[in-house]
């Protein structure tokens, strides 16, 4: 099994102005877009995936907008990752909830 190359948005460094520019990209990347969303809304990230996956990157590694302590991956190509389990979930209803 091959050892992947991933960008990571979530990293913390000690340079205050890197942090905040991976944060930002970090947020754009996990930022929730409807399905009514113009598909101007993507081109930042897709351009920016693109140009990571140019630079012969496997993935982006970014924070997860439904779990603050959590990260999502987003791998470029699915013949590098092998399913190993696999569970069905009968959701009965989503509540949303905001102020």
């Known amino acids: 099994m091959q050892e992947l190359k991933i960008v ?3 990293r913390e ?3 205050k102005k890197i942090n905040n520019f991976r944060k930002m990209i970090s947020i754009l990347f996990s930022k929730p877009v409807s399905p009514h969303s113009s598909e101007k809304e993507y081109l930042p990230t897709q ?3 693109e ?3 140019c630079e012969d990157f496997d993935g ?3 924070r997860s907008a439904v779990n603050p ?3 999502n991956v987003c791998i470029f190509n699915p013949s ?3 399913i190993k389990y696999v ?3 009968d959701v009965q209803g989503i509540e949303v909830k905001f102020e």
Do not use: E, N, R, W
């Open 60 to 62: 982006v590694k970014y």
């Open 80 to 82: 590098l990752m092998k």
């Open 8 to 10: 990571d948005f979530t």
């Open 69 to 71: 302590l959590g990260y």
């Open 47 to 49: 351009y920016l995936a």
């Open 51 to 53: 140009y990571i996956k």
């Open 87 to 89: 569970k069905t979930i």
């Open 13 to 15: 460094d000690s340079s």
